[in-house]
Nanobody
Framework: QVQLVESGGGLVQTGSSLRLSCVAS????????MGWFRQAPGKRREFVAT????????YYADSVKGRFTISKESANNTAYLQMDRLKPEDTAVYYC???????????????WGQGTQVTVSS
């Protein structure tokens, strides 16, 4: 089992930045991906970004490419999502997930955190 705990959400203005953290505990998962998904009210959960735990290669959804950066700190079993130039359409609950491949769909991940709210005001 893997437990994931997210933190770092909040209420910010358009153009601001936030950094989300996801701490993993439990079994090790050197072959996994650590990903971020988000779900806005009334919408399906969607892929945001993911990173290979073995080689650190990142992957991004087109909607966040160039604004968001995913990274990891293996020693602390922590993944980060740096979100810059935030827009109101980025408002959602952000979930950390471990699993994959496949890496860009909900069904590809085995473990999920509880989520952290990100609200971007206009």
């Amino acid at each position: 089992q893997v437990q994931l705990v997210e933190s770092g959400g909040g209420l910010v203005q358009t153009g601001s930045s936030l950094r989300l953290s996801c701490v993993a505990s439990g079994r090790t998962f050197s072959s996994y991906y650590m990903g971020w998904f988000r779900q806005a009210p009334g919408k399906r959960r969607e892929f945001v970004a993911t990173i290979s735990w073995s080689d650190g290669k990142p992957y991004y959804a087109d909607s966040v490419k160039g604004r968001f950066t995913i990274s990891k700190e293996s020693a602390n079993n922590t993944a980060y999502l740096q979100m810059d130039r935030l827009k109101p359409e980025d408002t959602a609950v952000y979930y950390c997930a471990a699993g994959g491949p496949p890496i860009s769909i909900v069904e590809g991940y085995d473990y999920w955190g509880q989520g952290t709210q990100v609200t971007v005001s206009s």
